[in-house]
């Protein structure tokens, strides 16, 4: 911002950094919860009427995640967003 960012623009930069970390975990995290119920036979009895591989329970989980990311990134941004850019220079 002291180099002439909006606010709009350091709150989208930091927004972006967490749903791009979070994308990623899901994109990982998927395909590893995938395998490891294929090769965990006990956790198909610790749910109760859910199958392992659920594609919704899997995309309502991933979708969760995602919005609780983008939810908990956005207040650091928009702290970051209204810090006063000389009081940032000088520490």
């Known amino acids: 911002m002291a180099l002439g960012a909006q606010a709009t623009d350091v709150t989208w930069m930091i927004l972006r950094e967490t749903l ?25 009895t610790m749910l109760f009427g859910l199958q ?11 979708v969760l995640l995602i919005v609780l990311a983008a939810i908990a990134g956005y207040i650091p941004a928009r702290r970051a967003a209204h810090l006063d850019p000389v009081i940032a220079l000088r520490t």
Do not use: F
């Not at 995290?29 to 995938?34: N, Q």
């Not at 392992?52 to 991933?62: E, F, K, R, W, Y």
């Open 20 to 44: 791009w970390l979070a994308g990623t975990v899901a994109a990982l995290g998927i395909p590893a919860a995938l395998a490891c119920t294929r090769l965990l036979t006990s956790v198909s």
């Open 52 to 62: 392992p591989t659920d594609p919704v329970t899997i995309a309502g989980t991933t």
